[in-house]
């Protein structure tokens, strides 16, 4: 893995997921982190006064933006002491949308990784990118890794991969991973969660596909019945003791939910485990 990007916006799941990316770096060959802020402000912040009646001058509008530019370098320079030492590290300000930073950044610079952090069940509160969270997820190009407030890195011992057994063949894409071999091994958890209505176990045809995909994995297949798939998924991880949890890509992914109408009661219940969006 070459570059991960890294939204910040000083809050502390901002922070969080700060920290998550340095002891990460230390886990996976990784050349470049950038660290992104957005200091946009738009044109009705700028013309109508705030809830104290103050409204900005360009003085302050420019004085606010150059302490975020301090701030951000100053965050740059406490990040290299905790990350490798064999990372290199940029700050990046940008005027635009946070969304549209993202994706110059994403398209100028050909990160391999987003790194975002979720304040769980306050996310819209605390952190301006966790409220994004769900924007970020659903148009960012390459994949997200959501990391939740509480959650403190750890080796990835365990990977839970949620899978309709319909759509196995979407498993070749963990091969695409960047440096996947190395930080998501040495075993994989694949889930299959069936509802009363459409149950399925696995098959002779389920096996053989998924030993296809998955040769150069260790793994363990599981089937589970829950009428909350959510739910399901979060208890199993929970029981399981896994480390990370990888959405898979398309419109049959258990987590087709967490990238498109459910995302936030997903993340508002997941405060335990990083979830990996892949694209």
Not at 101 to 111: R, T
Request: proline share 4%.
């Amino acid at each position: 893995m070459k570059t991960i990007l890294v939204p910040v916006d000083f809050s502390e799941p901002s922070a969080n997921a700060l920290k998550y990316a340095a002891d990460f770096s230390k886990d996976i060959d990784v050349d470049r982190i950038i660290l992104l802020k957005s200091v946009y402000l738009s044109m009705y912040a700028q013309l109508l006064p705030s809830a104290d009646f103050v409204q900005l001058s360009t003085v302050d509008i420019d004085a606010a933006r150059r302490e975020a530019e301090e701030q951000l370098k100053d965050i740059g320079h406490k990040f290299i002491e905790v990350c490798d030492e064999c990372v290199k590290v940029e700050t990046a300000i940008s005027e635009l949308p946070l969304l549209r930073a993202i994706h110059k950044v994403i398209e100028e610079q050909k990160p391999n990784l987003l790194i975002a952090g979720s304040g769980g069940s306050s996310f819209m509160d605390d952190s301006y990118i966790g409220g994004q969270v769900v924007a970020i997820a659903k148009t960012s190009a390459i994949p997200v890794l959501i990391i939740p407030s509480k959650v403190r890195y750890q080796t990835v011992q365990k990977a839970l991969v949620p899978c309709d057994f319909s759509a196995i063949d979407r498993l070749g894409v963990l091969d695409k991973i960047p440096g996947s071999k190395k930080w998501i091994n040495p075993e994989l958890l694949v889930l299959n969660i069936s509802t009363r209505q459409k149950h399925q176990t696995e098959n002779d045809g389920h096996t053989t596909a998924l030993k296809e995909l998955l040769d150069n994995y260790k793994y363990k297949v599981y089937c589970e019945e829950c009428d909350n798939t959510v739910k399901g998924i979060l208890e199993f991880a929970q029981k399981h003791s896994v480390q990370l949890i990888i959405a898979l890509p398309g419109k049959y992914s258990f987590f087709y939910s967490f990238t498109h109408t459910s995302i936030t009661d997903a993340l508002t219940q997941n405060t335990s485990h990083p979830v990996l969006i892949l694209k």
